[in-house]
């Protein structure tokens, strides 16, 4: 099984531009969320998911989208990429209970 | 508001003892708390899960524990070797099942 897999790894995007982090999990969770870990900070929720077609915000969801049209996939959008944005971005899932898994994180640079 | 608290002051411990971390929460009670470890660079990964109604559980050298009186959970290393040199973490669901991370422990094992 490859678990949770987000691509890409790194990023570097000038302030205004968009993109899209990808996260796929293959273990049929239900659950799947979006966290941010600043420099020496713990992880933020941004956006999670309980199943597909249903999203939720979480702490920090100002300036990302997101969508959930399959179980399998879990896309984070930014929308118009500020030099705040700048972070590790983890995507998790798992069951309603059960352990998270994580992904292996994006490092996003906005300059 | 309902927050998830961790001692963010690095735990310094000698190798052999047992390091004692904290995980409180106020103003809400959680049916689960789970703990993970995280290295830099990397995703946490799950290490236990205990429920409410539970009061300790253990997994080799690791225990945990709920007191659901005190809104306070606590994690141990026992044995503890320079290996389990990491930051370890408390997440739970809030009343409306968002999952929120603590801020994080670090634990540092001397020889």
């Known amino acids: 099984n490859a678990g949770v897999t987000q691509t890409p790894k790194f990023q570097v995007l000038k302030t205004g531009q968009s993109m899209t982090l990808q996260c796929a999990q293959d273990?049929?969770?239900?659950?799947m969320s979006w966290y941010r870990q600043d420099p020496g900070m713990g992880l933020r929720l941004i956006h999670y998911s309980v199943g597909a077609g249903i999203t939720d915000q979480g702490e920090v969801p100002n300036g990302y989208n997101v969508s959930r049209s399959t179980t399998e996939d879990f896309p984070l959008r930014l929308l118009s990429a500020a030099p705040s944005q700048t972070s590790v971005y983890f995507c998790?899932?798992?069951?309603?209970?059960?352990?998270?898994?994580f992904g292996q994180g994006t490092r996003l640079t906005v300059v | 508001s309902q927050k998830i608290e961790q001692n963010s002051e690095a735990l310094n411990i000698q190798e052999g003892k047992t390091a004692t971390l904290t995980c409180n929460y106020t103003n809400y009670s959680p049916a689960y708390l789970q703990w993970y470890r995280q290295d830099p660079g990397r995703g946490p990964v799950f290490l236990l899960l205990?429920?409410?109604?539970?009061k300790e559980k253990r997994k080799e050298r690791l225990k945990v524990t709920f007191d659901t009186t005190l809104k306070q959970s606590l994690f141990h290393i026992t044995a503890s070797q320079p290996a389990d040199s990491a930051t370890y973490l408390c997440l739970s669901p809030d009343s409306w099942g968002k999952l929120q991370f603590g801020a994080g422990t670090q634990v540092v094992v001397t020889p």
């Open positions: 205990i429920r409410e109604n539970e």
């Open positions: 998790a899932s798992s069951t309603r209970q059960g352990g998270a898994f």
């Open positions: 273990m049929n969770h239900e659950y």
